[in-house]
Nanobody, 117 residues
Framework: EVQLVESGGGLVQPGDSLRLSCATS????????MSWVRQAPGKGPEWVSV????????WYADSVKGRFTISRDNNKRTLYLQMNSLKPEDTAVYYC??????????WGQGTQVTVSS
């Protein structure tokens, strides 16, 4: 059974940091490009970041570039997103997604991040 389980979300103030984790099982983690996708209330999904299988390249949305860092530990089968200098507009449900926008796409259940003073 494929499982992607996100954790680390919460309520923080503007300027704070959070680190999201995505623990996986039932997938060939080391062979999959892994992404973080977020969805704010009333909006469509926004692709936040992606990291390739060997961590050789990453991509970030302009909205988070310079503030967020994606990483992965293939031995632990876990994906991370370090989020610094959080803004209210970062408020969303954050999803861990395997092979986003491919026939093998698979989503976790999401973790809520709320940035508010």
């Amino acid at each position: 059974e494929v499982q992607l389980v996100e954790s680390g979300g919460g309520l923080v103030q503007p300027g704070d940091s959070l680190r999201l984790s995505c623990a996986t099982s039932g997938v060939t983690f080391g062979g999959a490009d892994m992404s973080w996708v977020r969805q704010a209330p009333g909006k469509g999904p926004e692709w936040v970041s992606v990291i390739n299988t060997g961590s050789a390249w990453t991509w970030y949305a302009d909205s988070v570039k310079g503030r967020f860092t994606i990483s992965r530990d293939n031995n632990k089968r876990t994906l991370y997103l370090q989020m610094n200098s959080l803004k209210p507009e970062d408020t969303a449900v954050y999803y861990c997604v395997k092979d986003y926008r491919s026939p093998n796409e698979y989503w976790g259940q999401g973790t809520q991040v709320t940035v508010s003073s």
